[in-house]
Every structure is written in structure tokens, then in C-alpha cells.
């Protein structure tokens, strides 16, 4: 990864720790549920195999929450702890924690924390 890829990555990761604790009033009127239904639809139309998705940048879980309530298995990731940290609590009970900032939703994340790069 080159230089300038950790120095993007370093201030997603500042920018997203302090807008955490708004994400999800700032974004509440962006129709994440409709968005997503659409995505479902779309997906179902094209015949996607099995019931399995990954979220990658999952935020606090706008899109996915709305995937695990039309029956998809999530697994999840995102560069800020913070961000996800809401995520788990936004799916909770279903959520739960696989690695400070990944996660696995509902079907099972490893007993033991694990780094992203292993979850299966
Ligand atoms: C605009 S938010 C979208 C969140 C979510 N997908 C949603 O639909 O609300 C962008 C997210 O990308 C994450 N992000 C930015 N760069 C990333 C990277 N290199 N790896 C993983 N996540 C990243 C941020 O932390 C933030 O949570």
C-alpha cells in the first residue's frame, strides 16, 4: 500500500471517529430503507446465490440493518471503531463482535476475536 493510501485511510479514520456520534441523525432522512429494499430487490432479480453479504465501510449499519431485517447474513467491516461500535449496537441482539472493527450478523462470528482478514 503506498503512502499516500495511509494518509487517506489516517484521515477517513480522524473524520469518521468524530462524526459518529452524528452519522446516523445527519444522514436520517437519506432513505436508507428504500435504497436498500431496491437493492434487495435487484439482488433477488439477478438470482444472488445464498443469503450471505459483505458490507465493506458499513458505517454504523444504515444499509446492512435494513438487509438483516429482509433475512441476509451480514458481515461487516469498517475503518472506524466508533462508527462500528454503533453498528453493533443498531443490530444488537442479532450482532456480534468479531474484531474491533469487524462483525459478523446473525449465523455466527467466531468465538474469539479475529482479525478481519480470517473471518470466513
Ligand atoms: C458515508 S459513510 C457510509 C456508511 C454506510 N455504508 C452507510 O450506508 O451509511 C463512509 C464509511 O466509510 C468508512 N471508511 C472510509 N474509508 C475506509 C477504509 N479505507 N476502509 C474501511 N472503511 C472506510 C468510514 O469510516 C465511514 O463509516
Known amino acids: 500500500m503506498s503512502q499516500g493510501t495511509h494518509a487517506l485511510e489516517g484521515s477517513a479514520l480522524a473524520a469518521y471517529e468524530a462524526f459518529a456520534p452524528f452519522y446516523d441523525r445527519y444522514t436520517a432522512d437519506h432513505g436508507h430503507d428504500e435504497w436498500m429494499a431496491d437493492v434487495d430487490a435487484i439482488l433477488r ?28 447474513r451480514v458481515t ?10 454503533r453498528g453493533v449496537r443498531s443490530s444488537a441482539p442479532a450482532g456480534r463482535f468479531a474484531s474491533q472493527t469487524c462483525a459478523t450478523f446473525p449465523g455466527g462470528a467466531p468465538s474469539t476475536p479475529q482479525p ?5
Open 45 to 72: 432479480g439477478y438470482g444472488a446465490p445464498g443469503d450471505r453479504l459483505l458490507d465493506v465501510a458499513c458505517g454504523t449499519g444504515k444499509s446492512f440493518v435494513p438487509m438483516l431485517a429482509r433475512g441476509w
Open 76 to 85: 461487516a467491516c469498517d475503518i472506524s471503531p466508533a462508527m462500528v461500535e
Open 116 to 120: 478481519a482478514s480470517t473471518i470466513p
